[in-house]
């Protein structure tokens, strides 16, 4: 799931843009709560962790912005359309309401299209083709013909069994099944 956070090649699908929108708004939360803890109301004077505090707090930004920026460029290329479209989230209140729009509720194309094939389609049809290619290898032959040769030899066995228990003379036989004879 991480691996389609990053890079700008290939498509997503709105789960995992959704899933990327939801780190990052978890790492702001966490941002914010840490920023409470260091700088609230009660503080009266700087200290030595708080060059350490901006250095996390820039680079998570800097994380938030890569994350986002590489989902949303991924969910335009499953909508059909470039990664140029992110910069229309730099209109003003236009812009991010149209990204929400585009990229959280659109559904992508069907089919491959320019940027390669749609999310989960190569997983899927790598299943399908094992799935065939284990038909093809006749496993399921294999158990058709398990089966009816164990219910063969169970049904050989019990008439064996009741042939032995008594033939038609009443006699009890070695053991061995009498074929041909009533």
């Not at 930004?61 to 994350?67: E, T």
């Not at 059909?80 to 509720?105: A, M, N, R």
């Amino acid at each position: 799931m991480f691996s389609g956070l990053f890079g700008f090649k290939g498509r997503i699908g709105r789960g995992s843009w959704w899933f990327g929108q939801l780190i990052g708004l978890m790492i702001i939360g966490a941002l914010f709560a840490m920023s409470l803890v260091f700088y609230g109301p009660n503080r009266t004077e700087a200290s030595n962790g708080d060059f350490l505090f901006l250095l996390v707090l820039v680079l998570s930004l800097v994380a938030i912005a890569v994350i986002n920026i590489c989902a949303t460029v991924k969910r335009y290329h499953d909508r059909g359309k470039s990664g140029w479209w992110y910069f229309v989230s730099l209109i003003p209140l236009i812009g991010g309401i149209w990204q929400l729009i585009e990229c959280g509720f659109c559904s992508g194309d069907d089919g491959d299209n320019d940027y390669g094939q749609p999310p989960g389609s190569a997983q899927r049809l790598e299943n399908i083709e094992r799935e065939v290619s284990s038909i093809g290898r006749g496993n399921l032959a294999k158990v058709d013909d398990d089966y009816i040769a164990n219910y063969a030899q169970k049904l050989a066995l019990s008439q064996v069994q009741q042939q032995t228990a008594t033939n038609n003379t009443g006699q009890v036989n070695s053991g061995r099944p009498v074929f041909g004879k009533r």
